[in-house]
């Protein structure tokens, strides 16, 4: 590989690939003529007014001019979808065959009239508060219209998977009270005008939270990744990943996870993501031989991967912390480890795919070449530690200064930025720019990545600045986002004619007119990029509301309780398999509300129903790994349709492939819930309350080398491959390694049972006897209240508080036990207690009482981590087996 060759594309490279992202993610219709302007000129003042909102400029103005300029959440919410209303109007074709290269009259009237929609709440909003819920003709005109504008809108911008599933909650909402559906999924129902006033004229529907945080958030973040973008970090990533990885064996596909790992920090979209890398490492993957198949199918998992990774996770991890209630900051740790560890498989079973078919690396650039592998180690080393020493000057530096200049925070961090930035430009103005290669030129040497690193040390400035706000200065996301943005504004605005200037100063005026360039196409390219997130948010508005409005999560979560039989495990599995099918179609946006809507209270509640108790972000980690995982599930993976288009192969068995690499990925959402120290978090219970809590240094460590371990050792299993080929016997073994260092536990509960068993009667002789804040578990059985042919029986974790006897260690919970003969009847819960839910459970007053069959208890045993000996054991066993057989070098 080069860096001379300038094309700004492969040559009819991943041409389909380019029209697939342009149909889901931006809006294939690009208009000649006088509309050329129209859909650039309004992207870049969408662009513009997302920066205005969320920067301090609004509060600057208000003291010097006399007219409004804070807009208040409201406002920005309307007016964000009246911009995206009228932008998916124009830029995505309403009919197949439409033309692409004119805008027609019909879509300037339905452009219209969405603008008018959304801006009818905000010029009418004094009016609308004081109606209170009372809806004029007007007002039901107007969402009406609005209501069918969006549903057009998700037609257009996001298929039909999405209106469907929008199609059926609406539905739900106005004949759900109808006799057609069983007693146990009707509904009182609401008028016409009510639910038409709640999804449109408040913030319970379209305008809801998800929409709010796709105008606050989501917006900067997705134009921050797409001005770095344009402004060559891309590039730039994807040749560092092969200047390190593309002469190891299977280099080109290692190189492939690297760069849709580091594209995943930024990126908003798998398939973007696939096109961007996949355009040069998927033909580089064929040219070493991986077969068409197999290169897509490392691109599309590498990429899938991408939006798992934080700190944006393709868009949603700022919906997550929303609607879990968890810190920004807390979510992209407990995100990390995770998604560390996937990447970490999908490299090693890249690395199992080219011993398989004995392949070699791409030619190594000659310095690198020459040099010895403690020289190659040394250098790695080198940039590593220069790296974390800027980071920790940095952090350092700042907060020394602004102790000593308390008063001159921004100044402080804008003249440190300048400094570093002339710094990085200095060094990369001495060397070489870096041009986009051809895939399909000959080969000749990797690029040296100390070199490539070197060019662009600019391009890390801005997600320092990122991260440093977020995690150090623990300033708001969306702040964090504005700052970050700013200064890779500038870059793009200045980079190239500062280098000119240092060059002798040739092409300062080309330069700068190139960095305009950049500019506005980085600013367009974001908000076209955000033209489906922000009508995926509108319309999952309408779902949460329906949801909100019905209870319908109830609904389904009655559903699937009874098709799994009371198994966990089985419930689980369903909604994961629902997940998928939910997801499949839709953007990682639009696909994480839609499934965390309906699928993360049904894990949470069926999970308590069995005594185990879930933080709402593992739920929601859960189905949003699975619905993230649809992006390569055949029939609808478009991921896979996107890899198919730059490889040249078929897009089922490419979607297939990629779903066997991803199979890992599947099953660290299990995991993560049975055990919660892979996602660096742990349970305790607070004024009797479960709340999640950070774990000890050495207990992450620990849970990272372990979860390391058993990935490689799944990853080995599954693709029969480990220093040689497996045999069943050696499968079955590295599954059954993998197994127990992944749940030890699941291990011991055969060995020593968890809980100690008493019957019901001696609930306070127990909670006298255990120590305060033990766990206790009460297993409860009554007549269900939808369902009073049913006696189901669900478990309550509870800890006694403080008191001399059971009933006063008892008296917080909110549960009053009788005794009745033999057995002890429960009461039920006053309103405002920790389980005045069971009265949506249970009916207190059927004809059979509720019952507390038996009280449980945890024994003493031994440390699961026992287990671990024999997992290592096992793993030591089968190397020994198979390095008889090796016949080639396993690295």
Not at 160 to 181: E, K, N, R, T
Not at 291 to 317: H, I, W, Y
């Amino acid at each position: 590989m080069t860096t001379h060759t300038t094309s700004p594309h492969a040559p009819g490279a991943a041409t389909s690939g380019d029209e697939l992202v342009a149909s889901v993610d931006t809006g294939a219709r690009n208009p000649v003529g006088w509309q050329a302007w129209l859909i650039p000129g309004i992207a870049f003042i969408w662009s513009l007014f997302q920066l205005y909102v969320i920067s301090p400029l609004p509060f600057i103005l208000q003291k010097a001019v006399p007219f409004h300029v804070i807009f208040n959440n409201t406002e920005i919410r309307a007016i964000h979808l009246a911009f995206a209303l009228v932008l998916v109007a124009m830029a995505f074709p309403l009919f197949p065959k439409a033309r692409l290269d004119r805008i027609p009259w019909y879509d300037f009237l339905l452009a219209a009239l969405g603008a008018f929609v959304c801006l009818y709440l905000v010029i009418f909003a004094d009016q609308i508060a004081r109606r209170s819920g009372l809806p004029t003709t007007t007002d039901l005109i107007v969402s009406t219209t609005g209501m069918v504008l969006v549903g057009v809108a998700v037609y257009r911008a996001l298929g039909l998977p999405l209106l469907i599933v929008v199609s059926v909650f609406l539905a739900y909402v106005f004949f759900g009270s109808s006799d057609i559906f069983p007693d146990v999924m009707r509904w009182a129902g609401a008028s016409y005008g009510k639910a038409m006033w709640h999804f449109w004229m408040q913030t319970e529907g379209v305008f809801g939270v998800a929409l709010g945080v796709s105008a606050t958030l989501i917006f900067l973040f997705v134009l921050f990744g797409a001005i770095l973008e344009r402004a060559g970090a891309g590039n730039f990533f994807i040749q560092i990943a092969f200047g390190l990885l593309g002469h190891l064996r299977g280099g080109p596909a290692k190189a492939a996870v690297v760069a849709s790992g580091l594209s995943g920090i930024y990126s908003g979209s798998s398939i973007a993501n696939v096109v961007t890398t996949g355009t040069f490492t998927i033909p580089l993957m064929k040219k070493t031989g991986f077969p068409a198949e197999k290169a897509g199918a490392v691109e599309v998992a590498s990429s899938t991967n991408g939006q798992l990774t934080p700190p944006v996770m393709g868009a949603a991890a700022f919906l997550i912390a929303e609607f879990t209630g968890t810190p920004y900051t807390d979510l992209i740790v407990y995100a990390f480890l995770p998604a560390v560890v996937s990447y970490i498989a999908l490299l090693y079973i890249v690395h199992l795919e080219a011993l398989k078919l004995g392949l070699k690396g791409l030619p190594p650039h000659a310095d690198t070449k020459a040099r010895s592998t403690a020289r190659k180690f040394g250098g790695f080393l080198v940039g590593f530690i220069a790296i974390a020493a800027l980071g920790f000057f940095v952090h350092y530096a700042l907060g020394f200064l602004r102790a000593q200049f308390p008063g001159a925070g921004l100044l402080t961090a804008s003249l440190m930025f300048l400094a570093f930035y002339l710094l990085c430009l200095i060094i990369a103005a001495a060397r070489p720019d870096l041009h986009i290669d051809d895939p399909d030129a000959p080969l000749h040497e990797m690029p040296r990545a100390g070199a490539v690193v070197l060019t662009g040390l600019h391009f890390i400035l801005p997600i320092i600045i990122l991260l440093y706000l977020v995690m150090v200065e623990r300033l708001s996301p969306g702040l964090s986002a504005f700052w970050a943005t700013a200064a890779m504004i500038f870059i793009a605005l200045t980079q190239h004619p500062i280098k000119a200037v240092l060059r002798g100063g040739k092409g300062i005026g080309a330069g700068f007119m190139r960095g305009l360039d950049e500019f506005f196409h980085g600013m367009v390219g974001g908000a076209r990029n955000m033209i489906p997130i922000a009508v995926a948010t509108g319309a999952a508005g309408i779902i949460v509301g329906t949801i909100s409005l019905t209870g319908a999560h109830q609904v389904v979560g009655a559903l699937i309780e009874q098709l799994a039989g009371g198994s966990l495990m089985a419930m689980l599995v369903l909604v994961a398999i629902m997940s998928l099918v939910l997801g499949m179609g839709l953007p990682t946006t639009a696909n994480y509300i839609v499934v965390s809507s309906l699928m993360a209270p049904v894990i949470i509640s069926l999970a308590a129903s069995e005594g185990l108790i879930i933080p709402a972000v593992a739920a929601h980690l859960f189905v949003f790994y699975f619905g993230i995982l649809a992006d390569d599930t055949p029939p609808v993976g478009l991921a896979a349709y996107a890899a198919a288009g730059i490889s040249g192969g078929d897009p089922i068995k490419t979607g297939f492939q990629g779903f066997g690499y991803d199979i890992r990925t599947a099953l660290l959402p299990f995991l993560f819930i049975f055990n919660t120290e892979l996602l660096l978090m742990h349970v305790v219970f607070v004024d009797g309350k479960p709340v999640a809590q950070f774990v000890d240094v050495f207990t992450g460590i620990k849970a990272f080398i372990i979860a390391t371990v058993a990935m490689l050792a799944f990853a080995a299993a599954t693709q029969r491959y480990f220093f040689t080929k497996n045999n069943i016997f050696e499968t079955v073994l590295l599954l059954l390694a993998a197994g127990l260092l992944f749940r030890p536990g699941l291990a011991l509960d055969m060995v020593q049972p968890p809980y100690a068993i008493h019957p019901g009667s001696e609930v306070y002789k127990v909670a006298e006897q255990v120590e305060p804040g033990t766990i206790m578990r009460l297993q409860l059985e009554g007549t269900d209240f939808n369902n009073p042919d049913q006696r189901p029986s669900i478990y309550l974790v509870v800890r006694p508080g403080e008191g001399a006897t059971g009933q006063d260690r008892l008296a917080d919970i909110g549960l009053e036990f009788m005794e009745d003969g033999d057995r002890v009847t429960v009461e039920e819960p006053f309103p405002a207690t920790p389980f005045a839910y069971l009265s949506q459970d249970f009916d207190f007053y059927a004809d059979e009482p509720v019952i507390l069959e038996s009280v449980q208890t945890p024994t003493e045993r031994l440390p699961k981590e026992l287990f671990y000996i024999p997992a290592f054991l096992i793993i030591a066993l089968v190397i020994a087996m198979q390095k008889r057989r090796q016949t080639v070098p396993a690295f």
